[in-house]
């Protein structure tokens, strides 16, 4: 067994760290949603799952599980059952495993794959939604009105979280 995952202070640390993000999700959601014509939706639970991954890179560490687990928890919670998220957090995290391995470590690297995660989980969600009839938004409505503020507003999170995150977990690793 791997030195991190009898770390105790890991075990502690992150899965406190991604409930504290999943309900920071829906508390700053609720104060970007009701005050804006636009739906600017956080994903710090993802972000959390996905600096973890970036900045210990251990393949002993299955951060798709984490990120099934994520994904129900926010699917419970937030909408009530269980959906896609459940499945497009572990996707995006599985694709951002491949993609790092390609990419040098750096903040450059880590704006680009997640810019295309978030991309592809919000993406996928509608177009679950879409082809399960719970929403009829149009494509380009979502693109102008959640798309672009939900990207705007994750990315300016990694940026800000960045550096903390990296310290966090180079102190945990």
Do not use: C
């Not at 994903?43 to 599980?65: G, K, Q, V």
């Not at 959906?83 to 996707?91: A, D, E, M, R, S």
């Amino acid at each position: 067994m791997n030195n991190l995952l009898k770390n105790n202070a890991f075990k502690y640390v992150f899965p406190i760290g991604m409930l504290i993000s999943i309900f920071l999700d829906g508390s700053i959601f609720s104060i970007f949603g009701a005050s804006l014509s636009f739906h600017a939706v956080p994903n710090l639970s993802f972000l959390w799952i996905f600096l973890a991954m970036f900045f210990i890179n251990d393949d002993s560490i299955h951060y798709e599980w984490w990120a099934v687990l994520a994904g129900i928890i926010v699917d419970a919670f937030y909408m009530g059952f269980l959906g896609v998220y459940t499945f497009i957090f572990p996707l995006a995290i599985y694709f951002s495993k491949w993609i790092y391995k390609h990419l040098p470590l750096n903040v450059v690297s880590a704006f680009l794959i997640y810019f295309i995660d978030i991309t592809m989980i919000f993406s996928l969600a509608l177009l679950a939604n879409r082809l399960e009839s719970l929403t009829n938004m149009s494509w380009s409505f979502y693109l102008v009105y959640v798309l672009g503020p939900t990207l705007a507003i994750n990315l300016v999170f990694l940026i800000i979280l960045y550096i903390p995150l990296q310290f966090l977990f180079d102190k945990l690793n």
